[in-house]
């Protein structure tokens, strides 16, 4: 049982480059989620998806689409890469939300020059 | 709306020594309360919840009692290891942030042989 995986695990980016990070689950949860963690700032949520084919924004959007054609996938992209965007960027999925337990990946380490 | 706040970071302690991370939240009505961990190079995973006032959450030692009056959750835990330095993230989730997740900044503990 792999749980949340993330591809890659870490990418480095010219500004205005562009880049899609990939967040698989094997758990069949509903809701899949992309948040950012920044030094001193705790995760802050990007986009999330309560099941296929819908996304929401969450806390900081600007910048990021997702997309969720499959269950299992939910895909963050970077049009055009900031070095604002330098960050740790994680997965996340759950059954529910609200009291159900959000398993993580490993997370994804980007840095944008 | 919403918000969670830890103490700040780094907290440092001898082995054996007892912990507390306080945590305060602001938010209307009962949210869920969390306690979630983060080791050096992995993704965040839950360590204890607590989904109504008074629960006590318990996992691996640590314990968290959910208190309405004070608005707090605190972490403590008796007599830490070195294997328990790692970060300690408060979240909740409730109907304002429609049951997302608002987290706190983290607590880096870190624990001395």
């Known amino acids: 049982n792999a749980g949340v995986t993330q591809t890659p695990k870490f990418r480095v980016l010219k500004t205005g480059q562009s880049m899609t990070l990939l967040c698989a689950q094997d758990?069949?949860?509903?809701?899949m989620y992309w948040y950012r963690q920044d030094p001193g700032m705790g995760l802050r949520l990007i986009h999330y998806s309560v099941g296929e084919g819908t996304t929401a924004k969450g806390e900081v959007p600007d910048g990021y689409n997702v997309s969720r054609l499959k269950k299992q996938n939910f895909l963050l992209g970077l049009e055009s890469a900031a070095p604002s965007q330098t960050s740790v960027y994680f997965c996340?999925?759950?059954?529910?939300?609200?009291?159900?337990?959000?398993?993580f990946g490993p997370g994804t380490r980007l840095t944008v020059t | 709306g919403n918000s969670v706040t830890q103490m700040e970071g780094p907290v440092t302690l001898s082995e054996e020594a007892f912990l507390t991370i306080n945590c305060t939240y602001t938010a209307t009505g009962y949210p869920s309360l969390f306690w979630y961990v983060q080791y050096p190079g992995e993704g965040l995973q839950l360590l204890l919840k607590a989904t109504k006032a008074d629960d006590k959450g318990s996992n691996k030692g640590f314990e968290a009692t959910y208190r309405k009056e004070t608005t707090s959750f605190h972490l403590e835990k008796g007599s830490v290891q070195v294997s328990d330095s790692a970060v300690y993230f408060c979240?909740?989730?409730?109907?304002?942030?429609?049951?997302?997740?608002?987290w706190g900044a983290g607590t880096k503990l870190i624990i001395k042989p």
């Open positions: 758990m069949n949860h509903e809701y």
């Open positions: 979240a909740l989730s409730g109907p304002d942030s429609n049951y997302q997740l608002i």
């Open positions: 996340a999925s759950s059954r529910r939300a609200g009291v159900d337990e959000q398993y």
